[in-house]
């Protein structure tokens, strides 16, 4: 299995602003991935961390909204850019695991935007 | 377009009331079957992968089974700690292998 933890778990912040969000892993992983999940919603994937060359982005997602850094194999960072209301989310920090094909997730990081 | 489906929404149980939550899936080439159950406030704790139909999976109260176009999760002589949200996920060979797919869940209440 894998530990993750995520900081912030929560924050709330001011419309305009960005917030940056850190992920760490226990263990060296190839795969992180960053997920939203929006109030009463299920969870989407928004990008793939990936080590050394730029996020791989979902339909909808864009870097300048979200943009990702990896710098190795057991850190993340996701930033919320200019934020609005509707950014108002849990987002989450998963790694994939090849021994057993599990994804793991983090406690997430509750942002609101007023 | 890959779908998942979960039902019902919102399941109320009495404590040891037995019953099976439902994730209906259409996908392009399955190449698992992921459940989490998440609690309030928390990320998605995993519970189960499936590969192939026919396969069953058990972790104390919970057993997952999985057929070539849906699955179910039997929660027996449920508890009030089994109260959570139930979360189905699928995950397609032609994504990439941490790419999952959500139905939007069922929400569990058990009680006393």
């Known amino acids: 299995s894998a530990v993750i933890s995520q900081k912030p778990s929560r924050d709330i912040c001011q419309r305009g602003t960005s917030l940056t969000i850190q992920c760490q892993v226990d263990?060296?992983?190839?795969?992180m991935f960053w997920y939203r999940q929006q109030p009463g919603q299920s969870l989407t994937l928004i990008a793939t961390?990936?080590?050394?060359?730029?996020?791989?982005?979902e339909s909808g997602f864009v870097i300048d909204k979200f943009p990702i850094s990896r710098p190795n194999l057991t850190f993340s960072t996701l930033t919320v850019s200019n934020m609005s209301p509707e950014d108002s989310s849990i987002y989450l920090c998963?790694?994939?695991?090849?021994?057993?094909?599990?994804?793991?997730f983090g406690e997430g990081s509750w942002l609101t935007v007023v | 377009e890959d779908q998942v489906t979960q039902s019902p929404e919102a399941l109320r149980l009495q404590e040891g009331e037995s019953s099976s939550l439902n994730c209906s899936y259409t996908?392009?080439?399955?190449?698992?079957l992921f459940w989490y159950r998440q609690d309030p406030g928390k990320g998605p704790e995993f519970l189960f992968t499936?590969?192939?139909a026919g396969e069953e999976k058990e972790k104390e109260r919970l057993k997952a089974t999985l057929t070539k176009k849906e699955s179910f999760l039997h929660i027996t002589a449920p508890k009030p700690e089994d109260s959570a949200t139930y979360l189905c996920?699928?995950?397609?060979?032609?994504?990439?292998?941490?790419?999952?797919?959500f139905g939007a869940g069922t929400q569990v209440v058990v009680t006393p």
């Open positions: 263990s060296q992983v190839t795969m």
């Open positions: 996920a699928v995950q397609a060979r032609a994504d990439s292998w941490g790419k999952l797919q």
């Open positions: 961390a990936n080590q050394g060359s730029e996020a791989t982005y």
């Open positions: 996908v392009s080439g399955l190449r698992g």
């Open positions: 499936l590969y192939s």
């Open positions: 998963s790694v994939y695991m090849s021994s057993g094909n599990t994804i793991y």
